[in-house]
T-cell receptor
Framework: QQQVKQSPQSLIVQKGGISIINCAYENTAFDYFPWYQQFPGKGPALLIAIRPDVSEKKEGRFTISFNKSAKQFSLHIMDSQPGDSATYFCAAEGGTSYGKLTFGQGTILTVHP | ETGVTQTPRHLVMGMTNKKSLKCEQHLGHNAMYWYKQSAKKPLELMFVYNFKEQTENNSVPSRFSPECPNSSHLFLHLHTLQPEDSALYLC?????????????FGPGTRLTVT
């Protein structure tokens, strides 16, 4: 019940295209859903996060869409750039488990110039 | 130094060695974490410390021994490891409270067990 399932495992997009990464969770106690971005040789860094009281959150080219009834959330990267090439992780926490992030498996995004 | 730093960045050790990983955070946080990152697997939370007290041990084998002498420093002592323990070990910190707080990660220590 603690799993967060992420897809796809890898994604190749052309410059200027839209990258979409999906995640699904099972634990209905989760109420905080961050996305982390990790470049090679670096630790993950928080990119954007959402609480379930809204269905969408946008920060620049990055948007999280959240569907509480389906227990799914996704990351959309608009106008994808080669500099966006990285590994993206969705995560979830909440209820009595604040501070204990449950991560998805990660998606390796490659944006071709 | 800013953020979360980890040393060493790379470590190769034999199965009979004893070594330690060090993490230091310069953010004034009071919660620190150890994660294991293996290829094609989700990041696995290993240990959580809040205000120097261990509050989470995620069924980690005893060959991994954490130590948190103060809120700024976290160690992971390693002994008699197995080849399957080879991974990237990440440290993170956050400010604990009643809700979710952003976790700041260090760059990790790439551990290879031979």
């Amino acid at each position: 019940q603690q799993q967060v399932k992420q897809s796809p495992q890898s994604l190749i997009v052309q410059k200027g295209g839209i990258s979409i990464i999906n995640c699904a969770y099972e634990n209905t106690a989760f109420d905080y859903f961050p996305w982390y971005q990790q470049f090679p040789g670096k630790g993950p860094a928080l990119l954007i996060a959402i609480r379930p009281d809204v269905s969408e959150k946008k920060e620049g080219r990055f948007t999280i869409s959240f569907n509480k009834s389906a227990k799914q959330f996704s990351l959309h990267i608009m106008d994808s750039q080669p500099g966006d090439s990285a590994t993206y992780f969705c995560a979830a926490e909440g209820g009595t488990s604040y501070g204990k992030l449950t991560f998805g498996q990660g998606t390796i995004l490659t944006v071709h110039p | 130094e800013t953020g979360v730093t980890q040393t060493p960045r790379h470590l190769v050790m034999g199965m009979t060695n004893k070594k330690s990983l060090k993490c230091e955070q310069h953010l004034g946080h009071n919660a620190m974490y150890w994660y294991k990152q293996s290829a094609k697997k989700p990041l696995e939370l290993m240990f959580v410390y809040n205000f120097k007290e261990q509050t989470e041990n995620n069924s980690v084998p005893s060959r991994f021994s954490p130590e948190c002498p103060n809120s700024s420093h976290l160690f992971l002592h390693l002994h008699t490891l197995q080849p399957e323990d080879s991974a990237l070990y990440l440290c993170a910190s956050s400010q604990p409270g009643t809700g979710p707080y952003e976790q700041y990660f260090g760059p990790g220590t790439r551990l290879t067990v031979t």
